[in-house]
């Protein structure tokens, strides 16, 4: 099968992902579509990559990484602020922190005021884990990004950023579709910053 070009024609899958839903939507937005749905792609792909290339062979899961790669740029933070920043769920940050606390990677501190609060940091064998791993991690993000070239991956670092902050909870919800709040069933997936 011919590959198509990478900068002028859509793949293949996204001419049938534009047919399937101007079939089911005729008003549809397809540029949005298609966005969306390779940003997902893509974000899956190097998530995959990643995760085999250079997590499972040298240390922490990519999640428990990008917890350590977080502690690492703010020093320290609470639990909660710790995984708002990976992305990381409350439940999963709990299971990555007691992992982490148990090789010594991390060091949790409850607040005496209120101890239900716990502060979390790198210990300095965390800070030699995260900087040797991370070397590894830079290579393979430049081998990734090396199919753009440097202004292009300015504009598209721009364009993330607005995505992140211009986010569905920022704006109104869309006609027929329930909010997901505290309390109801929310679907899980990974997100996009993995």
């Known amino acids: 099968m011919a590959r198509a070009s990478k900068t002028t024609s859509p793949r293949p899958i996204d001419e049938a992902v534009r047919a399937k839903v101007q079939q089911l939507m005729p008003d ?3 540029t949005a579509v298609t966005v969306i749905f ?3 792609r893509v974000a899956n792909r190097i998530g995959q990559d990643f995760e085999r290339t250079v997590h499972r062979a040298d ?3 990519r999640a428990a990484f990008r917890v350590m790669f977080s502690l690492w740029v703010v020093g320290s933070a609470s639990q909660r602020d710790l ?5 990381v769920t409350a439940a999963s940050m709990s299971s990555i922190l ?3 606390d148990g090789e010594g990677l991390v060091r949790r501190t409850r607040e005496n005021d209120d101890r239900r609060l716990v502060t979390v940091e790198l210990t300095p064998l965390g800070l030699k884990q995260v900087s040797k791993t991370f070397v590894a991690h830079h290579a393979r ?4 990004a090396s199919a753009l070239g440097p202004a292009e991956l300015e504009q598209f670092s721009d364009y993330l950023r607005r995505l992140v ?4 909870d920022s704006v109104p919800p869309v006609e027929g ?3 997901q709040g505290r309390g109801r069933t929310r679907s899980t997936s990974k997100g996009l910053s993995s």
């Not at 993000?141 to 990734?144: I, S």
């Not at 902050?165 to 569905?168: I, L």
Request: net charge positive; hydrophobic share 35%.
């Open 28 to 30: 549809a937005d397809l």
């Open 38 to 40: 390779n940003l997902i």
């Open 59 to 61: 240390g922490p899961s």
């Open 83 to 87: 995984a708002r920043l990976s992305n």
């Open 98 to 100: 007691s992992r982490l």
């Open 141 to 144: 993000e430049r081998q990734w």
């Open 165 to 168: 902050v211009h986010h569905p």
């Open 177 to 179: 579709l329930r909010p």
